[in-house]
């Protein structure tokens, strides 16, 4: 028992860069309260005293704001943040190492006996506001954005930002080299710079215009066969230079997507918080 609160105060440590010393630790982090008497709770739950559990497990609420049901399988170094709002159903199931901010919902979407809430696995993390609604399984690593709704499975290592929820998957190191350096290309032929958020943090707005970008690099290189076929020939229809287009001209799409979304989910914890 000593083992894992041990390593549930080191949880706070590493993912909490305003914990100072173990005592604030101790007395001042609600979530950190609310897993010990959650495992009280659990363990009643178990062994059949399920009013006592249900009472247990009140009283946590009352005091942290978090609401977990007795019935709920809590992995190892589990962490909430804040925790105000929190809400985890009775047949949810998380797994280690994972990170919920405040105002997290693990819900159901169904009245119906048997399971109804959802299972996290390692290293899920979940942002501020978000709901998280039905009997289906988060992946190993993945992330849920602030305030997004998600009502279906997330692969292992993706994000689902929105509402309802988009699923973002990275793509392949090997594929994105060769496409960042296309959309590079593209970008500095057009004049602005569409990178505005870190591939680290995945944005729908600048993913459209990624594969805006795609599509004219594909036209580029078609029209350039085209020319060089025609030239070929014996015709000066390519001789003529295409204007060139001012950067002013894209000042508003440079803005949106510099823009932060509050769907997006962010990579590592502090973004998914916020």
């Not at 909430?80 to 405040?102: F, K, R, S």
């Not at 594929?175 to 057009?190: D, I, V």
């Not at 710079?193 to 004219?216: C, F, N, Q, W």
């Not at 594909?218 to 229809?237: H, Q, T, W």
Request: proline share 5%.
């Amino acid at each position: 028992m000593f083992k894992r609160m041990k390593e549930d105060i080191a949880s706070v440590f590493h993912r909490d860069p305003a914990a100072r010393n173990t005592l604030e630790v101790l007395f001042c982090y609600p979530g950190l309260h609310a897993i010990w008497i959650h495992r009280l709770s659990h363990w009643l739950w178990q062994h059949e005293a399920r009013l006592l559990a249900r009472m247990l497990s009140n009283f946590a609420r009352w005091m942290t704001g978090i609401e977990i049901h007795p019935g709920v399988k809590l992995g190892r170094r589990f962490f909430i943040d804040h925790g105000m709002g929190v809400v985890i159903g009775e047949t949810a199931e998380i797994g280690d190492d994972v990170t919920l901010y405040q105002g997290v919902t693990l819900g159901g979407t169904s009245w119906g006996k048997g399971k109804r809430h959802p299972t996290l696995e390692d290293g899920v993390v979940v942002g501020a506001g978000a709901k998280v609604l039905g009997p289906f399984t988060v992946g190993a690593g993945a992330k849920i954005g602030s305030n997004a709704v998600v009502t279906k499975p997330v692969p292992a290592g993706a994000t689902a930002v929105g509402i309802p929820g988009r699923i973002i998957v990275k793509e392949p190191a090997e594929e994105l080299g060769e496409q960042s350096a296309r959309r590079q290309e593209m970008a500095e032929k057009l004049g602005f710079d569409s990178y505005g958020v870190t591939k680290d943090m995945p944005d729908p707005v600048a993913r459209a215009i990624e594969r805006m970008l795609d599509h004219m690099h594909a036209v580029d290189k078609r029209m350039e066969g085209m020319c060089r076929a025609l030239s070929e020939l014996g015709s000066d229809y390519c001789a003529k230079d295409l204007p060139r287009l001012d950067d002013h001209d894209f000042d508003i799409l440079k803005s949106d997507s510099v823009a932060p979304d509050t769907g997006a989910a962010p990579v590592d914890e502090t973004q998914a918080k916020y």
